[in-house]
């Protein structure tokens, strides 16, 4: 973390690089590094987790062990003497209000450190003494209370008052540092600093805008605030200050890329785009046509396009980029498509080769004669299907390439890569992205789609750096999706649910049964690296006093979840589906077999298919209409309306069964049945963000930055993310690089340091 601060631009006398050690003591620093505390600028934005009410002032005879007092009273002695039993010494004073008395007890390793308080505490002195009343032999007592002695600390007894009535800030912290030495090591750091030593990343004109306070001073009403109003406003200052400084990094990111040059790809007629759309067996929705205007437009110009495409399950978002995918052909150039797993990659090939039918047949007997070809590249392919799709790639006979993280590999060479789609965004973080940009010449133009609709905040956060694109229709003639709540263990309902499967398998209909957890030994933790499919995004459950600090780990469930191999066994078993062939999908099998299983599901020989959540993203199989769930409070929401958008794609309308062991009433429940109530994707995407964690809401692998985020909430501050893109995007409209705003881009380096160390972990 201190190398981190080694390459940033800095003021001329860094205080806050400083190494706590210093500044605090060896003992101190060591206790606050076990938090992740290293300098001086560590422990300033290790902001306080709440603020109790003042403790209020007591009459000694009404004192209640445990709670958090200040009492006004007069003390009687002070006295310093060594343990015999523990090493060390301990000061024990006697506090009065005239009737009864209280104890005080400092400890310390030796009499020197506790002279500072014995010389204060004199007997006769009045004083106000703050903290958590415990009890020892019978006798009240306050342990390491903080105090003022009235004629030594403060003036008088109005000002003591004053002092007594502050909020104080309760900040993350554990056995080893209680919040009250936080606080005090805090208040060692910031007193000493000037506004100076805080250079602002703010400009001084959108701080005078808002109204916002100064960096220097809204620390130290967050750290030391006289009223409640105090850490309000410095509390949204530095809020406002997260959003712009990430805005100011997605404007930066965004303008950089825009002065890029591209190569435009104007639309040409007579090519292959026309001859698609003559082919295609439906007429484009107005969205489809609308959205696709609006990239023809952007393809045809010199700065390469940035935009994202996102929309409701099932709105059609592939045909639109295939479209612009055959526009960037038809001008010369070709066209990458990006897909989160080998099961869509390979998907997209097969509905690519279907949709182009002779279009893609380039150099094949009964191919067109402009045709093209599409090649796939995944990272478990044979050498020699690798070795063909590389060359189709570098020589250009493949007008599009499909592929997995594979795509990213230096071996991949494009002769003109004019395009580049991300299919599913979820799960491809920025610098993923800009590797695959720099495959082109110039910069090819940028088409990201969303696996679900995204409430604008979200956008605005984790994709502020493109513009946005929305579908909302579906097209006319789906029959739609019925979704039921059903209750775990209740044997009527299962009974119907598996007698349910088996009449639409009769009809010539497909089954999907996707269950948490691939087998036994699978923790239900987000897959392993070969898939990230299998189990990504599962749910943890909100769990609001949580410091930031605290680790995301939760209590296993009482209950082991269900899992693949044990359900498939299950299933085979029950009478009311003999004979019928049941199928197996996860992340852990071999990536042939998961082609094969997908394409035998979709043909029908195997009509039920027992998964984890790799068909949650994309997979399209018209004919499949029942999707079941186990578990199914186990998934986010927007993550079961992406399962259920799997089914009820054709003429037949789906049935979506959540089995469940949660209670209706409780939040788990009340998921399930806001997903049974809602099919609008937008609703369920702004209640799903209410619903759950930030972290989990803005991943770290998706984000911009965004998993850096303190005291943001994108639930909460739309209108604050709002304003502070508005500002950042003017900031970099006039300095693109930001050059004349050094604090900035310090604050910039600093927010999102943690954000490119794990990207270099991972690749
Ligand atoms: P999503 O937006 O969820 O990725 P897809 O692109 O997978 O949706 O499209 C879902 C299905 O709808 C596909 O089978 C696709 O061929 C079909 N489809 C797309 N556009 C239309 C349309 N305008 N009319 C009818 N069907 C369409
Ligand atoms: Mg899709």
Avoid at 156 to 181: F, H, K, N, Q, T
Avoid at 268 to 276: I, M
Avoid at 683 to 701: F, T
């Amino acid at each position: 973390m201190t190398s981190e601060l080694g390459d940033v631009v800095v003021a001329p006398a860094d205080r806050l690089a400083e190494p706590l050690g210093r500044l605090l003591g060896t003992r101190t620093a060591n206790a606050l590094g076990k938090f992740g505390l290293h300098t001086a600028h560590d422990l300033l934005r290790h902001y306080p987790r709440r603020y109790s009410e003042p403790g209020t002032l007591t009459d000694l005879s009404s004192l209640v062990v445990g709670e958090h007092v200040t009492v006004m009273a007069e003390v009687r002695q002070a006295t310093v003497r060594p343990m015999r039993s523990r090493g060390g010494s301990m000061l024990q004073a006697v506090v009065t209000d005239g009737a009864r008395t209280l104890h005080l007890t400092f400890f310390a390793k030796g009499a020197g450190a506790l002279r500072m308080h014995e010389s204060k505490l004199r007997a006769g002195r009045v004083g106000l003494f703050t903290g958590v009343v415990g009890e020892y032999r019978g006798e009240r007592q306050l342990t390491h209370p903080d105090y003022r002695i009235i004629g030594v600390d403060v003036q008088d007894e109005g000002e003591a008052l004053a002092e007594a009535s502050r909020p104080i800030p309760i900040y993350p912290a554990g056995a080893a540092v209680p919040s009250w030495r936080v606080q005090t090591s805090v208040r060692t750091v910031l007193d000493p600093l000037t506004p100076r030593d805080l250079p602002d990343p703010l400009p001084d004109d959108v701080r005078a805008r808002h109204g916002l306070a100064g960096l220097h001073e809204a620390l130290r009403l967050v750290h030391e605030p006289a009223t409640d109003a105090d850490w309000r406003r410095g509390l949204h200052r530095l809020r406002y200050e997260e959003a712009f400084v990430l805005q100011a990094e997605l404007a930066r990111r965004r303008a950089r890329a825009a002065a890029q040059p591209a190569t435009a790809r104007p639309r040409r007629g007579g090519g292959l785009l026309d001859d698609f759309d003559a082919r295609l067996p439906f007429t484009l929705t107005d969205g489809q046509r609308g959205v696709g205007e609006e990239i023809a437009g952007e393809l045809s110009r010199p700065q390469p396009m940035q935009r994202l495409l996102q929309g409701e399950v099932g709105s059609g978002k592939t045909v639109v980029a295939l479209r612009a995918m055959l526009q960037v052909v038809d001008a010369g150039g070709q066209a990458a498509l990006l897909a989160p797993t080998e099961v869509l990659a390979a998907q997209h090939v097969r509905t690519l080769r279907a949709l182009l039918g002779p279009l893609a047949e380039a150099g094949f007997l009964g191919g067109a004669d402009h045709a093209t070809r599409v090649a796939l590249l995944t990272g478990s392919q044979t050498a020699a299907d690798r070795r063909q799709n590389l060359l189709d790639a570098a020589s250009g006979a493949a007008g599009i390439v499909v592929g997995t993280h594979a795509l990213l590999g230096e071996t991949v060479q494009f002769v003109d890569l004019g395009l580049v789609v991300v299919d599913e965004q979820h799960r491809f973080g920025v610098e993923q992205r800009d590797l695959l940009r720099a495959k082109g010449a110039t910069a090819p133009h940028l088409l990201v789609m969303t696996a679900t609709p995204i409430p604008r905040t979200v956008a605005m956060t984790v994709f502020g750096d493109l513009e946005t694109s929305t579908l909302t229709q579906v097209p006319a003639g789906r029959s739609g999706v019925v979704t039921h709540v059903v209750p775990a263990g209740n044997q009527a309902w299962t009974e119907r649910t598996w007698r349910r499967a088996r009449e639409e398998v009769d009809a010539g209909r497909r089954v999907y049964v996707v269950c948490p957890r691939i087998d036994a030994d699978d923790a239900p933790e987000p897959g392993g690296p070969e898939d990230a499919g299998d189990g990504a995004d599962l749910v943890r459950e909100p769990d609001d006093g949580a410091s930031p600090a605290s680790g995301r780990a939760e209590a296993p469930p009482a209950r082991p979840l269900r899992a693949v191999t044990e359900v498939v066994e299950e299933l085979r078993a029950l009478p009311v589906l003999a004979d019928v062939a049941i199928g197996v999908l996860h992340g852990r099998m071999a990536p042939d077999d998961k082609d094969r299983v997908m394409a035998d599901f979709a043909s029908g020989q195997v009509p039920v298919l027992v998964s984890t959540t790799v068909i949650e993203v994309g997979v399209d199989v018209p004919q499949a209409t029942v999707m079941v769930v186990l578990d199914a409070d186990r998934f986010g929401l927007s993550q079961l309306h992406q399962l259920r958008g799997r089914v009820g794609r054709g003429s037949d309308p789906g049935l979506c069964l959540l089995v469940s062991h949660a209670p209706p009433a409780t939040p788990a429940g009340t998921r399930l049945a806001t997903l049974a109530e809602t099919t609008d994707g937008f609703v369920l995407a702004s209640v799903d963000l209410e619903l759950r964690r930030e972290g989990d809401v803005l991943g770290a692998a998706q984000s911009g930055g965004a998993s850096s985020l303190r005291l943001l909430r994108v639930t909460r501050d739309a209108d604050l993310i709002e304003q502070a893109r508005t500002d950042a995007r003017r900031l970099v409209d006039q300095d693109p690089t930001l050059g004349a705003w050094p604090a900035l881009v310090a604050a910039i380096d600093r927010q999102l340091a943690g954000e490119r160390e794990e990207f270099l972990e991972r690749s």
